[in-house]
């Protein structure tokens, strides 16, 4: 790792990228699950507008104290840029007891940057945020079809719960619960 990647939580400067990410990432992961109009319209002008005030409240006015938004960062060309970043707290399931059980809402990086560590240090830095939190487990949905956050969590020793849904993406998408034991 380069002395030049950091976790920190993230910064109203940093919505633009993380939108962009957000949408590159998708994209990537869920691309080949979606109807070619539907993965289109993700990445329209209508869905950015929307992504961008999704993350603006969420650093400016969080569900909870326990909510975050962290990037990961690298020294590209010279410059510290925003490369991916992860979203967590509470678990909102109804199965679920949000007092000790969290959730991982979202993480993603850079297409063009995975298998640099990106993605392990922003799981690391989460995992830390929840476990000095009071949390003892983290979820998160995936698509049941192999995608590359599936394999990374399960590569991290994250398994699947049992629990299940589908969500509609132009077409239903079956989803499964992967969950990982924190608490130290």
């Keep these: 790792m380069s002395s030049a990647q950091f976790v920190r939580p993230a910064r109203a400067a940093d919505v633009d990228t993380v939108v962009d990410l957000q949408v590159a990432s998708w994209r990537a992961v869920y691309g080949e699950l979606l109807p070619a109009e539907v993965a289109e319209e993700m990445s329209g002008d209508q869905a950015r507008e929307s992504f961008r005030e999704q993350w603006t409240t969420a650093l400016e006015s969080p569900p909870t104290s326990k909510h975050r938004l962290v990037v990961a960062t690298d020294e590209v060309g010279g410059e510290r840029t925003v490369v991916g970043f992860a979203a967590f707290g509470p678990a909102g399931d109804p199965d679920l007891w ?5 959730e991982l809402f979202a993480l993603h990086v850079d297409p063009e940057r995975v298998r640099q560590g990106h993605g392990s240090r922003l799981l690391n830095a989460c995992v830390d945020h929840l476990v000095e939190g009071g949390f003892g487990t983290v979820h998160v949905w995936t698509p049941e079809e192999d ?4 394999s990374f969590v399960e590569a991290s020793g994250w398994r699947v719960d049992g629990a299940r849904r589908e969500i509609d993406m132009g077409r239903l998408v079956p989803m499964v619960r992967l969950h990982a034991a924190i608490s130290e």
């Design 98 to 102: 949000p007092a000790k059980d969290a």
């Design 147 to 150: 995608n590359a956050l599936r």
